[in-house]
């Protein structure tokens, strides 16, 4: 483990140009931060940390399994749905890691983690995803290049409400309301949008070899799933179970993903270029909290740090943050945080407003 400090909350100094004032468009905001960052270690992995997790999670993923095996036969075990969730929200947050190469410096070692966690394990492309989400995190928040806010079932900005009749007239009325309802689907979603990417001739391009990978492992995600369910219940109680795991997991990863941009600023395409730290710190917010937020949140609490720093390990975040908050704070540039509950209202608001045309129409 490296000799982490943590940083006080003093002024990092920041070149000036002109009057007094930050070059905005260059990387003169960030460099300094970066700087500070790296003298510190935060950047060197923890692998050791990860190690410990990964093999935890997949041990009491096992006991979960060993379990359905033992008692799958009473709907108590119907029950054991719920630490399913919670474990395979644990495997989405370590494939996560491993996509933004948080664990291992080598490439290959990345990629074989997140093949096991993304694909096997949560039945979720992982090339899919890295595509989606590095595209996120180039452009956060911006309506023409970000694919998290692209108008879909909901809509995120009321420049997308144009058009927006019948069904999903309604939907996007009602989109605040809907919106945790709605992230029960997140799980199923996941894998759904993975298997069309992996099989559609528009998806992230590969080599046939990555593809027939992935595509096995999907494959033998479902086979392995199913298996186990109709093996140890009966159908109907398989059901039951699958909805009840799926639709947890996806409240879990939806209430861990809400909070970070929702209500956010959105960049002004005709506007003036932001930097990379005014770009992925007006679009963020943080989420106070102790060490339970941090588990539970998967260390998503510290967006703007992740942003900032993607490649930074999880238990790293929480570290950088006080540095972060200075050199904000000396740049004059908002530093969003909030308690939990308090970000999913402000979500939530934001998600509302946005209907609002529509409601009165």
Request: charged share 20%.
């Given at each position: 483990m490296p000799q982490v400090t943590p940083i006080l909350e003093a002024p990092i100094p920041v070149p000036r140009t002109g009057a007094g004032r930050p070059r905005r468009g260059s990387g003169s905001e960030f460099t300094p931060l970066l700087r500070t960052i790296k003298e510190q270690g935060l950047l060197e992995r923890r692998t050791g940390w990860y190690a410990r997790g990964v093999t935890l999670n997949l041990l009491a993923l096992a006991a979960v399994a060993g379990g359905l095996v033992l008692f799958g036969h009473s709907w108590w075990s119907v029950l054991l749905a719920v630490p399913l969730a919670v474990l395979s929200a644990r495997a989405a947050f370590t494939g996560h890691d491993a996509g933004h190469s948080q664990i291992s410096a080598d490439k290959g070692t990345n990629r074989l983690i997140q093949l096991l966690h993304a694909n096997l394990l949560l039945g979720m492309s992982q090339e899919w995803w890295n595509d989606k989400h590095n595209r996120h995190h180039a452009n956060p928040n911006h309506l023409d290049k970000d694919p998290d806010v692209a108008p879909d079932v909901l809509v995120f900005d009321h420049r997308q409400t144009a058009g927006r009749t019948g069904f999903q007239g309604w939907l996007t009325r009602h989109q605040a309301w809907l919106f945790f309802p709605l992230t029960t689907l997140e799980g199923l979603a996941l894998k759904v949008y993975g298997f069309q990417a992996l099989f559609s001739k528009d998806g992230p391009r590969q080599t046939p070899r990555e593809r027939a990978i992935e595509g096995g492992l999907l494959l033998a995600h479902v086979a392995g799933y199913l298996s186990l369910l109709l093996i140890t219940m009966p159908v109907a109680q398989a059901v039951v179970f699958a909805l009840i795991h799926q639709m947890l997991l996806g409240l879990h990863l939806g209430m861990s993903f809400a909070p970070n941009h929702k209500g956010m600023a959105v960049p002004d395409p005709?506007?003036?270029?932001?930097?990379?730290?005014?770009?992925?710190?007006?679009?963020?917010?943080?989420?106070?909290?102790?060490?339970?937020?941090?588990?539970?949140?998967?260390?998503?609490?510290?967006?703007?740090?992740?942003?900032?720093?993607?490649?930074?390990?999880?238990?790293?975040?929480?570290?950088?943050?006080?540095?972060?908050?200075?050199?904000?704070?000396?740049?004059?540039?908002?530093?969003?945080?909030?308690?939990?509950?308090?970000?999913y209202r402000q979500a939530l608001g934001h998600l509302h407003e946005v209907g609002e045309p529509l409601r009165t129409a």
């Open positions: 005709d506007g003036e270029p932001w930097g990379h730290l005014r770009r992925q710190v007006l679009t963020s917010r943080n989420i106070r909290g102790g060490a339970l937020t941090d588990w539970f949140l998967g260390g998503l609490n510290y967006q703007i740090e992740h942003h900032l720093f993607p490649s930074m390990p999880r238990p790293h975040l929480r570290f950088a943050q006080p540095a972060v908050r200075a050199h904000c704070r000396a740049l004059g540039i908002p530093y969003t945080e909030t308690g939990l509950v308090d970000s």
